[in-house]
């Protein structure tokens, strides 16, 4: 099997365990996350910088560039999750593309503890 066709199977295989496994905490359940992606978790990112929260996404298309929006939820006193929609619809390619997706924070998130849900993580990247 070709590397190029390994991978992609690969992530939406880890993705499904994950899933299965409760990698992903109960609270994003109803959260509408779009077409399918992945976050990419290294020890620099997800982060928060100068009231942005960067976040690098993975998903199979024929091109990069796909359209995201943030979303921001106060799940208590001064606790915020943000998640990703992506937009833009699933394609029949399996080419594997990365993108880093940097969006403002709402001013009341911006001193809170927030963490980042997607389909595969729950991460917090900020200490309130």
Request: hydrophobic share 40%.
């Amino acid at each position: 099997m070709r590397f190029q066709t390994f991978l992609p199977i690969f992530i939406i295989a880890t993705l499904l365990i994950f899933t299965a496994c409760g990698a992903v905490e109960e609270e994003t359940e109803g959260v509408d996350f779009g077409a399918q992606y992945t976050i990419v978790v290294s020890d620099d990112l997800p982060a928060v910088s100068d009231g942005d929260v960067i976040i690098e996404v993975s998903y199979t298309a024929c091109e990069a560039g796909h359209e995201f929006n943030l979303n921001t939820d106060e799940v208590a006193d001064n606790d915020f999750r943000v998640w990703l929609t992506k937009i833009t619809p699933n394609d029949e390619c399996t080419d594997l593309q990365t993108q880093v997706e940097q969006h403002s924070l709402p001013e009341a998130a911006l001193n809170g503890r927030i963490t980042v849900s997607g389909p595969n993580v729950d991460l917090v990247v900020q200490e309130g």
